[in-house]
Each structure stands twice: as structure tokens, then as C-alpha cells.
């Protein structure tokens, strides 16, 4: 048997990290993973040990060639070094072949690691490459470094704490919505507790829809959270005089769509073109809109909390984005004129004129 030690601080765990490990096995010809979640990292000061082990394990399972091992969580040293956690797998595994997995960013830093020399010769120190991160050879070649590259991943824990990515398993997004974990309090300070409940029910139905249309689901996700950011604010008039000039005679009903695009855009810094365009068009719609901002649109509408029966709606959106979207069209136009609610502004227009006057 081979094993791959594989340390790190998953505050979140996240697709980098679970893809690495799987590239690793392949490429090494390993028999398991062991995830090693530490207790005290020197640089780092994360979440409770407990929130990140369950999403470790939520992230995990059913991956029959990954282990998850508690030593660093259960030590009850001040700081874990990575020499003594080695040293137990060593006295272990004595007749095994050990690797210990890092990503590129980690060569950098390998000089600062304490025993290092005794660490590379007790395990085959593994490199595996990282956006961003150029080789460092000198290191490479003084700690025996074995190098595999393959697919890099763009993806860290902070930019899932931020709000930048959630390139992590659903369970994983659920479990850190449930628990308000990382961006999500920053989300909720913008909304009563009622329309978060909606961003997240949105949200939910977002990812699933751009699932099933073989899309991106993270990005329909982040798109749902925070769609109405703005909805609750008291100055949309002032953003829109300063950042939407040639919007301000829409109807005010409309204006937290522009106002949360700019939110997204400098509060939480979201540079994704089609997160904020989801975002500004998601209660009018537009003409030629893209695939994501149709799913917002829809799923803000739609969303199983909403008054209504929409089943039918849900289950049209994902079978088919382009007929689905024209049926959500609809069936917005006849609550509209049901509840005699003027539609009559440009983008609404625009929207319905462009999908629904010929069938493109
Ligand atoms: P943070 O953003 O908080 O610094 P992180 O994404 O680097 O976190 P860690 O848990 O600190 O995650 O990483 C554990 C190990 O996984 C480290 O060796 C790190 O280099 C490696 N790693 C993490 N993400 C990637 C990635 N996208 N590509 C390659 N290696 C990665």
C-alpha cells in the first residue's frame, strides 16, 4: 500500500483541494488519500475545527479512497508541526511508501518549515501546480521535491470565504449557508430574514436549473444570494442619481436590480460579467439576455417559497433553458395582469418583445 498525507487547513475544503487528491492518486499510482485537517495553523486563524471537519466530511463522502484522519484535530500540542504528524503516519505505515501532497504555494515556504530535512527524507514530498504559483527549483531540487502537473484549479479557501468562488461541493454551499458561516453574514446584513430566506430558496433553484442545463451551478448560486442585496436600502435613489443616470426614470420598484449590481460589484467585489448581469436585469429582463440572467430571472419568480404553484414552471426551466425561460415569460404576464401591475417600462418590453413576439 501507498498513502498520500495530504494537510491543510480546508477552511472550506473546496473542488482544488478534492481534485488535487484525486490527480495525486492517479498520478502516483497511490492506493489512499489521507486528509490531515489541522487544529493550529501557524499562519492562519480559522473557523471551529468542527465546522471545517464536517464539511471534510460531507465533501467526502462516498469517496471510498479518501480517509480523513483526526490526528492534528485530537493533539493537544500548542502547534501542530507537520515533522510530528509525519512521524506518527511513519510509525504507522512503517513498510509503506509515504507522499505528502502540497500545493505550489507551499514550495515558497518549504525553508520555513520546521525539520524540514528530516521531513524530506522520511516522505516523498509532492508539488502539485497552481495558478499563479511559478516553480521555485532551487527548493524543489534541495528537499527532493517530485513535481505533477496537471488541470489547474483557480479556487482557494478565502475566495470561497468571500464570496469570489463556491467551487466546493453543494453539501458543502448548504452547509455553510445553514450555518452562517463566512460570507454568509455578511449577505444577511443586508436583508430582513424574510428575504434572505428567499435569496437562499433562489439561490438553491438557480444551481439546480444551471445543473441540469449543464451550467456552471456555483455561478447561478452566487447570482440567487445575493440578487436583492439592494431591495432593503434606503438611499437606491442616490445610487441610481450617481451610478444609473439613464435608468432613473424607471419605475422605483426596478431600481434595486442597478443598485445591486454596483453593490456586487464594490462591496463584494464580484467581477463575473454574467453574475452582474444576472443581477441587473433579474427583475425586468432584457433583450438578448445571457444564459444566467435567465435563470435568476426565472428562479427569483419561480422559487418554491413564493405563493404559488410553480412546479410545472420549475421542472420547464430545467429541461429546457431557451422554452422553459419563454413559459416563466408568460406566466409572468398574466400575473402582471392579473394583479393590474404596469409593465409597460422599456426593459420589461424589451424582454417580452424579444422572446416571446416570435418564437426565436
Ligand atoms: P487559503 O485560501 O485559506 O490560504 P487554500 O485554498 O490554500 O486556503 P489550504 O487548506 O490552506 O487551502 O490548502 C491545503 C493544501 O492544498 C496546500 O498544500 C495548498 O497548497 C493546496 N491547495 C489548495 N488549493 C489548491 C489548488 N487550487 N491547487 C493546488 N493546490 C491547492
Wanted: glycine share 4%; proline share 4%; net charge neutral.
Amino acid at each position: 500500500m501507498s498513502y498520500i498525507l495530504f494537510g491543510g487547513t480546508f477552511d472550506p475544503i473546496h473542488f482544488g483541494h478534492i481534485n488535487i487528491a484525486k490527480f495525486a492518486l492517479e498520478k502516483l499510482s497511490a492506493d489512499k488519500v489521507i486528509f490531515i485537517p489541522s487544529k493550529n495553523p501557524r499562519w492562519k486563524d480559522p473557523i471551529s475545527s468542527a465546522d471545517r471537519l464536517n464539511m471534510i466530511n460531507i465533501a467526502l463522502s462516498g469517496e471510498k479512497d479518501f480517509i480523513i484522519s483526526h490526528f492534528e484535530l485530537d493533539s493537544t500540542e500548542p502547534v501542530n508541526y507537520s515533522i510530528d504528524t509525519i512521524e506518527h503516519f511513519v510509525k504507522l505505515y512503517p513498510n509503506e511508501k509515504l507522499y505528502f501532497l502540497i500545493g505550489f504555494d507551499q514550495v515558497d515556504n518549504l525553508d520555513r518549515w520546521h525539520e524540514i530535512d528530516k521531513i524530506s527524507k522520511l516522505v516523498q514530498i509532492v508539488a502539485i501546480s497552481r495558478p499563479s504559483y511559478p516553480y521555485n527549483h532551487e527548493l524543489l531540487k534541495r528537499y527532493n521535491v517530485q513535481v505533477i502537473q496537471g488541470k489547474e484549479y483557480d479556487v482557494s479557501s478565502t475566495d470561497i470565504r468571500t464570496l469570489k468562488s463556491l467551487y466546493t461541493p453543494r453539501g458543502v454551499i448548504d452547509y455553510i449557508v445553514d450555518h452562517k458561516l463566512y460570507f454568509t453574514k455578511s449577505v444577511e446584513a443586508y436583508m430582513s430574514s424574510s428575504r434572505f430566506l428567499h435569496s437562499v430558496s433562489t439561490a438553491k433553484l438557480a444551481y439546480d436549473i444551471a445543473s441540469s442545463n449543464g451550467l456552471d451551478p456555483t455561478i447561478a448560486y452566487i447570482a440567487g444570494l445575493i440578487h436583492d442585496i439592494a431591495k432593503e436600502r434606503s438611499d437606491l435613489k442616490e445610487i441610481m442619481e450617481k451610478h444609473y443616470p439613464q435608468y432613473i426614470n424607471m419605475p422605483s420598484f426596478i431600481y434595486h436590480q442597478f443598485a445591486g449590481e454596483y453593490i456586487a460589484r464594490t462591496f463584494f467585489k464580484i467581477d463575473d460579467e454574467r453574475i452582474l448581469e444576472a443581477i441587473r436585469v433579474h427583475t425586468t429582463g432584457d433583450r438578448a439576455m445571457g444564459k444566467y440572467a435567465k435563470i435568476l430571472y426565472a428562479a427569483d419568480k419561480i422559487e418554491p417559497t413564493r405563493n404559488f404553484d410553480s412546479k410545472s414552471l420549475i421542472e420547464a426551466m430545467k429541461s429546457n433553458l431557451t422554452s422553459g425561460f419563454r413559459e416563466v415569460l408568460k406566466a409572468q404576464i398574466e400575473y402582471y395582469k392579473s394583479k393590474n401591475i404596469d409593465y409597460s417600462n422599456n426593459m420589461q418590453m424589451r424582454c417580452f418583445t424579444y422572446y416571446l413576439k416570435e418564437e426565436r
